[in-house]
């Protein structure tokens, strides 16, 4: 994945589980595209770090949406 528009940064994750495999198996899939909404590449480190905030809770709120 180009992390922020560069091959030069990398961001990792670990998916453990915790929430349940069927989650990990969804932030596999999903997280790279979220990640990628709204990158913040020319801001502060604080609003970085807020970037990277908001996504954990625009997956938690995906996670909580029904799929039909």
């Not at 997280?31 to 807020?50: P, V």
Request: proline share 1%; aromatic share 12%; glycine share 8%.
């Amino acid at each position: 994945m180009k992390f922020l528009n560069s091959d030069e940064k990398a961001l990792f994750g670990v998916f453990d589980g915790h929430g349940g495999r069927e989650v990990a198996i969804w932030c596999q899939k999903y997280y790279e595209e979220i990640l990628n909404r709204d990158q913040k590449d020319n801001g502060s480190e604080a609003e970085k770090k807020e970037w990277l905030r908001k996504s954990f809770l625009i997956v938690d709120e995906d996670l909580k949406t029904p799929v039909h």
